[in-house]
């Protein structure tokens, strides 16, 4: 067998994997090529259900977790099964018994990372899980190490493989909403359940735990503004491609000098200039902005069996590396963000807006809408009507300049309440 790399090792580092599903079935197909590490132990949820998996060993699968991280032998458990039970359980018990994790569980990360990393600080072990965060590209290890002298102040990004590729379809092809989904569902993108991608929520674990370690402060995900694409219409990615941008759910962190945080995720009109425009499908891509290294985006892969796998491997090979080479393991990498920062509501924010509104065709509509918006100092930066429905009725798209979110609130409260129908509302990138 020619290995992939060879590293010299006192003893096979023992592996036993969590889950043999989309991610599980990477890492173990991945993980053949490298000769000094054995998984020995793989829990399934169903040991019969047949496997895209060649010459799998069927003794190896066990459909009791507790048979992986109770065994003596195991040096590394990956958790890869998703939610907050049993994995919550699973991974503790793990540590208990001296193993180091790797993970790719973004809710679990988010919701109990705190507990979780208390418990490997008193085990002293290890939890990496760079699979978490934005698939194959890799994010924590250069956060936690060659980008460990930055200040980093904003993050943004396309977190979510799932809402991209579904967004990507419908303004390239003109493709159905349910139709797409069922394609990113079938190519193993989604989540088991797909609420958690189309509603924002699991843009918003993976930005809570990387805005936690960018800026140094634990970010709470119950402070985190959420948002998710379903109200968003192809006449909206129409307007807006017209108006030169493009509809993407991005999620962002900023933290201010007093170490205020403002993390949130929601869609947002970008400028066909900026980078983040051209991330498509299933790519991922995270801007970070800080000093001195200036601004700079990563970008792959998001989603899906190899890609995913590439950064699990990452991680179970980096603890192999160090294993038995000292007694407190890639110090680095460990948390140590016990401070929770101070987040910003985000009705105190300041956005730049789109509003599309169906608005009756009469006389002076387009200078009330005006006069509204201005009675709640907001500024109007284009203001365009295209033509008259059947229903003597017009769609009119407005883009505004920065404005408070409470004001513009207000305004499209005062707007519908003169009979107007306000369809969407998206913030714009500034
Ligand atoms: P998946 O395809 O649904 O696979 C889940 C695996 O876990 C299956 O093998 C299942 O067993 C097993 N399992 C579930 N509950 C179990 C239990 N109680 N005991 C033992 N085994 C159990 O999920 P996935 O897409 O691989 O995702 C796994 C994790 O990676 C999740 O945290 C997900 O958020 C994360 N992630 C996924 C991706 C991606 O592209 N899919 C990317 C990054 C991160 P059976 O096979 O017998 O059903
Ligand atoms: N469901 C997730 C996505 C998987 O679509 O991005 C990768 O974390």
Redesign the pocket.
């Known amino acids: 067998m020619i290995l992939w790399y060879d590293f010299p090792m006192k003893k096979k580092i023992k592996v036993g994997l969590?889950?043999?599903?989309?991610?599980?079935?990477g890492v173990f197909k991945t993980l053949r090529n490298f000769d000094y590490i054995e998984v020995s132990k793989i829990?399934?949820?169903?040991?019969n259900?047949p496997?895209n998996i060649e010459g799998l060993d069927k003794s190896l699968l066990t459909?009791?977790?507790y048979d992986v991280v109770n065994d003596p032998e195991i040096d590394i458990v990956a958790?890869?099964?998703?939610?907050l039970d049993?994995?919550y359980d699973l991974i503790t018990t793990a540590m208990k018994n001296g193993k180091h994790i790797v993970?790719?569980?973004?809710?679990?990360l988010a919701k109990r990372g705190e507990e979780l990393f208390s418990t490997a600080d008193e085990y002293n072990r290890v939890i990496l899980y760079e699979?978490?965060i934005a698939?194959g590209i890799p994010l924590i290890m250069p956060i936690k190490t060659i980008l460990a002298g930055n200040k980093i102040n904003k993050i943004e990004a396309i977190v979510n493989?799932t809402t991209n590729y579904i967004l990507t379809k419908m303004d390239v092809q003109g493709a159905s909403y349910e139709d797409v989904l069922k394609e990113a569902q079938q190519l193993?993108?989604?989540?088991?359940d797909p609420t958690?991608d189309v509603e924002g929520f699991?843009a918003a674990y993976k930005i809570a735990t990387l805005s936690t370690i960018t800026f140094k402060k634990r970010i709470k995900i119950e402070k985190i503004y959420r948002e998710g694409i379903t109200k968003i219409r192809s006449q909206d990615m129409k307007a807006a491609n017209d108006l030169g941008y493009k509809i993407k759910l991005i999620a962002s962190g900023k933290i201010d000098e007093n170490g205020k945080a403002d993390v949130r995720v929601h869609p947002m009109l970008v400028s066909k200039k900026s980078t983040l425009a051209h991330i498509d499908y299933v790519t991922n891509a995270v801007s970070l902005t800080g000093h001195p290294v200036g601004s700079i985006t990563l970008s792959g892969p998001?989603?899906?069996?190899f890609?995913?796998a590439s950064?699990v491997v990452g991680d179970i090979l980096a603890i192999s590396a160090e294993l038995g080479t000292s007694d407190y393991i890639l110090p680095m990498m460990r948390c140590r963000h016990a401070e929770n920062a101070d987040m910003t509501d985000i009705s105190e924010t300041e956005n730049k807006y789109y509003m599309s509104i169906n608005a009756k065709n009469a006389m002076g509509v387009i200078g009330k809408i005006g006069n509204i918006c201005a009675d709640n100092n907001i500024s109007l930066a284009s203001i365009v009507q295209k033509c008259v429905s059947d229903d003597n009725t017009a769609d009119i798209t407005v883009i505004t300049e920065i404005a408070n979110e409470k004001a513009m609130q207000n305004a499209v409260k005062l707007i519908e309440q003169d009979g107007n129908k306000v369809n969407s509302l998206i913030r714009v990138q500034v």
């Open positions: 969590i889950g043999l599903g989309t991610v599980g079935s829990a399934v949820r169903d040991i259900k496997r459909d009791n977790p958790e890869l099964i998703g939610g049993p994995a993970t790719a569980n973004k809710e679990l699979a978490a698939g493989g193993g993108y989604a989540e088991a958690g699991d998001g989603a899906g069996e890609p995913t950064s």
